[in-house]
């Protein structure tokens, strides 16, 4: 039994191994010359089109639309009741797995059994004040696959338009977000996702650290040399395994409009 056991786990780490290294030759490129290759990428511009306005969790396996962890559950409920507004959320939707629903069990000593229905029941009661349809509990494919995150100075960012060029990634709206609240709780739990055993654990080294990529929008003061300020003081306990690169995407945003 134990060398069965120990044989599985072997084949899980190589399976997790596989897994990091697929989009590697996206991840150098961005890592290393990110302003470069995401101007160059071809129809970039696609990124940033409108999208169907429904209000996703920040989770790499949940892409398309609007962003929020967990739907916004670990932010005071009113608050947002009013992100959404200011979103134009149109659907909100909760899923199957979440980190920041399981935050908020801890944070609030719920039963972690109940994850999955109190998920469901906060978006659900969150599509009800806001007056917009719940729009289902999504079922996630397989674990976390990110090597990035997203933070978004734009607010309209969708890598998965791009899936050729634009690697896997968890997406932080800051465009809709407060500073504190948008480093402190949204990229703090995708950097300590994906460094746990949930992500890439010990695969994340300063070598291949896991990487924020800063989205600025200077046309709305929000350039993404700020972005990577923010991150860098609110996450300086991850040190060197993580690395923040930035992309200004402000004329982008504006031909579209
Ligand atoms: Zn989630």
Redesign the pocket.
């Known amino acids: 039994m134990i060398k069965r056991h120990s044989h599985e786990t072997e084949s899980n780490e190589n399976d997790r191994l596989t897994d990091f290294l697929l989009q590697q030759h996206l991840i150098e490129r961005i890592q290393n010359h990110c302003q470069e290759y995401l101007q160059q990428a071809s129809h970039i511009e696609e990124a940033f089109r409108d999208n169907d306005k429904i209000l996703r969790?920040?989770?790499d396996r949940?892409p398309g639309g609007m962003h929020g962890?967990?739907s916004l559950i670990l932010l005071p409920f009113e608050e947002a009741v009013a992100t959404c507004q200011d979103m134009g959320v149109k659907a909100i939707t909760s899923?199957v797995d979440?980190?920041?629903?399981a935050k908020y069990i801890k944070e609030h000593s719920l039963n972690p059994a109940e994850i999955e229905i109190i998920a469901m029941e906060y978006a659900k009661k969150l599509a009800s004040a806001v007056n917009v349809p719940y729009a289902g509990h999504l079922s996630v494919v397989g674990s976390h696959a990110a090597r990035v995150a997203y933070y978004d100075g734009t607010g309209r960012f969708d890598f998965s338009k791009l899936p050729e060029e634009l690697p896997i990634g968890f997406s932080i709206d800051r465009a809709h977000l407060k500073p504190e609240y948008a480093v402190n709780t949204e990229a703090r739990i995708a950097a300590q996702i994906m460094t746990s055993d949930h992500g890439y654990g010990q695969l994340i080294t300063s070598d291949n650290p896991f990487i924020f990529v800063t989205i600025g929008d200077a046309s709305r003061e929000l350039p993404f040399e700020q972005l990577q300020d923010e991150l860098k003081a609110g996450l300086g306990d991850f040190r060197d395994r993580i690395k923040i690169v930035g992309f200004e995407a402000g004329e982008i945003v504006a031909d579209l409009k």
């Open positions: 969790c920040i989770d949940c962890a967990g899923h979440c980190g920041a629903a």
